[in-house]
């Protein structure tokens, strides 16, 4: 028999092997050519992801810094009085007016309006007091248009260095009043604001030489500590605070039972933070609140004293022990 009929299977099992070997690379190559267009196609993603996100970012960063600009520019062309003619005051009075009577009241007596006109110098004097307090870019240059100045100066530093706190944002020029508290002459612009209460009042005190300066702390909203410190601290002594007040029905851990404890919400001047003030039903102080609540709409700009109860169960639950005003300004 021929030698090729002797051993035909001897040759098949070679070409199996081989056309599984050249299957395998085929499958095997075609499983890293799979992997490789993923694993890259999920890195052009990411890096994608990435820039669309750093995208977003900066686009919100070029809207936040357009809308200050925007805030900025209105301002000071609101205030500018070199190129522009003095507005008109409105002869309607503003809630800083018609409130009434306070818990300290001897101490911060209602403001009496002035009818009056404020002289066109006084006027422009002070609205450029305002429009170079605004454009100083340091607190130490601020300080030359503020009322009480040596006073305040402390609080000052602390409030734009310690806590890197910064001045509110206003809008347009909305009213203005002129009135005396304690015989002393007081000029308050109001602005739009994005406030709680949708303004922001600047009082200008009256000089010995006739000249206004900003009471920066009614304009801020300055409490004795800042309202993180305050959430955090938690102090049990009475501090004071200046706050957007109104009626509430929360009660819980340590004014949990409602027929002893009457409820305000009270707001931190920039919207960011809130606690719960709590005062005796039935109560000279609760008295005081309701009358002042009765006579304002939305949100009371109040000054209080608050203290936190022993070993307080929340950071958001105090009792009000003293109603300074019913206003934040506070002439001494």
């Known amino acids: 028999m021929p030698f090729s009929q ?14 599984i070997g050249f299957v395998m ?36 960063a070029e809207r936040a810094a357009f809308r200050a600009e925007t805030v900025r520019k209105s301002v000071l062309s609101t205030i500018e009085v070199k190129e522009a003619p003095v507005p008109q005051p409105e002869k309607s009075a503003v809630s800083l007016v018609e409130m009434s009577h306070v818990n300290e009241g001897s101490a911060f007596p209602d403001p009496v309006p002035l009818t009056e006109e404020v002289s066109p110098e006084r006027q422009a004097d002070a609205q450029s007091t305002q429009q170079r307090f605004w454009q100083a870019t340091t607190w130490k240059e601020k300080l030359p248009f503020v009322h009480d100045a040596e006073r305040v100066l402390p609080l000052m530093r602390d409030y ?23 015989n002393t002459e007081v000029l308050l612009f109001s602005y739009s604001s994005v406030r709680p ?17 900003i ?35 929360y009660f819980n851990y340590e004014f949990s039972d409602d027929k002893r404890w009457s409820a305000v919400h009270l707001t931190s001047p920039d919207g960011n933070f809130f606690i719960y003030g ?55």
């Open 6 to 19: 002797h051993h035909p299977s001897s040759f098949k099992p070679h070409v199996a092997l081989m056309l």
């Open 25 to 60: 690379v085929i499958v095997l190559s075609f499983v890293l050519f799979i992997g490789w267009r993923w694993y890259f196609g999920e890195i052009n993603k990411r890096l994608e992801l990435a820039r669309i996100s750093r995208k977003a970012d900066e686009g919100i």
């Open 160 to 182: 734009y260095e310690t806590h890197q706190l910064l001045d509110p944002m206003m809008g347009g020029s909305a009213r203005q009043a002129h009135f005396k508290i304690n």
């Open 197 to 213: 209460s949708g303004t922001l009042d600047v009082a200008m005190i009256a000089q010995r030489d006739g000249k206004f300066l």
């Open 215 to 249: 009471d920066w702390e009614s304009m801020i909203g300055a409490s004795d500590v800042p309202w993180a410190v305050l959430k955090k601290n938690r102090p049990t002594q009475p501090t004071l605070l200046r706050v957007f007040a109104r009626q509430d029905d």
């Open 278 to 332: 709590y005062c005796e039903k039935g109560s000279e102080m609760e008295n005081t609140l309701k009358s002042i609540f009765a006579q304002v709409r939305g949100r009371a700009a109040l000054t209080l004293r608050i203290a936190y109860p022993e070993k307080s169960e929340s950071d958001h639950c105090v009792r009000i022990v003293g109603v300074v005003a019913n206003r934040w300004l506070l002439v001494r």
